[in-house]
T-cell receptor, first 111, second 115 residues
Framework: SQKIEQNSEALNIQEGKTATLTCNYT??????LQWYRQDPGRGPVFLLLIRENEKEKRKERLKVTFDTTLKQSLFHITASQPADSATYLCALTNYGQNFVFGPGTRLSVLP | DAGVIQSPRHEVTEMGQEVTLRCKPI?????LFWYRQTMMRGLELLIYFNNNVPIDDSGMPEDRFSAKMPNASFSTLKIQPSEPRDSAVYFCASSLAWDKNTEAFFGQGTRLTVV
């Protein structure tokens, strides 16, 4: 069955450092991989999407990589700020098929 | 657009009662998803619709759960009878064109507590 793992349940880093979150998957061939942010008491909010034929995507301080050979995506937040503290979820999608989320990583950026 | 609207925001009910959760997707979106989120199991896809038609309901946990989408602007998730283990946050999300893998927009969720 499809399985998605995110590197750790929680990650603490110092303000100004780069946060790196990992998403690994098995038994799935996604066409797209998406990253979402979820704050307490709220629904997930879309951040970035990367296609299977793309290696890297950037948006402001965010960078996502996608390695379909390793079945892994890395999500980077550079110059992290306390406001970046949240849970980050990766999601795998394929054309018209199940939209599956990973368990999430809770990021805390310490001032 | 106001985004995906879910109601109620909170629901407390007694075991055995029927519960109905409601969702209004973003206008013009063709796909709608129902998710359940718990600490133990994370975000689980229950069912999704495309153009008001249920595509995959394999995530629906039991026959006690049912979902409908009578038109493009409204969907319901019903639990009957409810049990304490159904306590969770239920999210509705919509997407512009699911077969083109556009992103999903989530509602604020309904926190369900079954006592």
């Amino acid at each position: 069955s499809q399985k998605i793992e995110q590197n750790s349940e929680a990650l603490n880093i110092q303000e100004g450092k780069t946060a790196t979150l990992t998403c690994n998957y098995t038994n799935y061939s996604p066409a797209y991989l998406q990253w979402y942010r979820q704050d307490p008491g709220r629904g997930p909010v879309f951040l970035l999407l990367i296609r299977e034929n793309e290696k890297e995507k950037r948006k402001e301080r965010l960078k996502v990589t996608f390695d379909t050979t390793l079945k892994q995506s890395l999500f980077h937040i550079t110059a992290s700020q306390p406001a970046d503290s949240a849970t980050y979820l990766c999601a795998l999608t394929n054309y018209g098929q199940n939209f599956v989320f990973g368990p999430g990583t809770r990021l805390s950026v310490l001032p | 657009d106001a985004g995906v609207i879910q109601s109620p925001r909170h629901e407390v009910t007694e075991m055995g009662q029927e519960v109905t959760l409601r969702c209004k997707p973003i206008s013009g979106h063709n796909s709608l998803f129902w998710y359940r989120q718990t600490m133990m199991r994370g975000l689980e896809l229950l069912i999704y619709f495309n153009n008001n038609v249920p595509i995959d309901d394999s995530g629906m946990p039991e026959d006690r759960f049912s979902a409908k989408m009578p038109n493009a602007s409204f969907s319901t998730l019903k639990i009957q009878p409810s049990e304490p283990r159904d306590s969770a946050v239920y999210f509705c999300a919509s997407s512009l064109a699911w077969d083109k893998n556009t992103e999903a927009f989530f509602g604020q969720g309904t926190r369900l507590t079954v006592v």
